[in-house]
């Protein structure tokens, strides 16, 4: 791979550096206890790390395919579409630019306002946190800045649609997401690709949550057959910040997942949602961490996901709460449940209490089929067996449903599942 050019003095100072932390990492091995369910050893990273993407003056001349793949797209604060390396277009309500928002391009955003992105570009995710992280920061291109200014609220949700259709591609995803104190909004990470021989999707978000801000953060991964996706988001919550996020796996054949909420000052919360399906061979491995510094921080943690076919999930959880974080709440709960007897799921949760005061923590996971008798009930009422136990698979993730407050991405939620169940019944 050769270096990609950047504008600003403090990017060429982190791109060499992160090159060199390249260089010198070795990739993630299942020896070390982070890495040890996922295997990586097979993965090349002989990939071309720049691929044209093209540019559009509107969204008529954004392929079809894209367009499709962004699904049912309600009203929008904005909208920016990536196609590989570049951003194809990008589109904001004026009404917004003119109370200060910034939303576009990263690399135009550190071009033309250095001061806004300099203070937390790679503040949260190190570039040296593993060989891909370097990786990212020495070859990533385009990307999202969304800066949201002290006492803003924006109604309407903005959203990036990454797109990657280049065979043996590397791709480097990025969000980074500062909202100011007592600002609210709502942002939207959607990624997508046809089947592809092979690709490399390297991603990183990184959100600043200020002071009584209010951020939702939903990241829908679609991605075809062939792609790998490593992803870390990491999240700061300030004083009475208020976080809420969705992470969605159903597509990639290799998916990893990095969720990190740091609560770092008191009185902030977190909720973590996750949804996932999977199916054929799909490895899908997500972990998170809920981190409580501040003192009267909450967190709690919800995900479930179905396997079918021969697909594995891995689930690994930590909450940790820090000496002096004091009257803490967090809960962490992993369900799985396995439509076939060759699919597999592990959930491995964790507690790291450091303080000596009271805290309400737990944890909770399960692994299992479909219940025999909720399929027996369901039957000896007439439903037939595969009605059934598509009612059962739905009901399974209704808790999660139900706590999507985004109309529209819980009902296409609703028919993502409906279409991996119609998938299994062929």
Known sequence: MAAVPSSAPFLERLRRQAFEEFDALPIPSQETEEWRYTDLEDLGLDLRPFVEGGRA?????????????AGQVGERAGLQIQRNSEVMITHLDPALRDRGVWFGDLDR?????PDLVEPYLHALVRTDRSKFTALHAAFRTAGTFLYVPPGVEIELPLQTMTWIDAEDSAVFPRTLLVAGENAEVTFIDRYGSPPLGRALSDAIVEIHAGQGSRVRYVALQEFGEGVTHLAVQRARVGKDAALKTLGVAFGASLARAEVEALLAEDGGSSEMLGVYFGDAEQHIDHRSIQDHVGSRTSSDLLYKGAMRD???AIYTGTVIIEKGAHSCN???TNRNILLSEHARAQSVPNLEILSNDPTRCGHAASVGPVSDDELFYLMSRGIPEKEAQRLIVFGF????LDRVDIAEIREGLEQAIENEIARGDR
């Not at 003056?57 to 793949?69: H, S």
């Open 57 to 69: 003056e509107n969204l008529d001349q954004v392929p079809e395919e894209i367009l499709g793949a």
């Open 109 to 113: 955003a550190i071009a033309e306002r």
């Open 310 to 312: 021969r697909s594995n």
């Open 330 to 332: 967090a809960y962490q």
């Open 397 to 400: 993730f209704a808790e999660v």
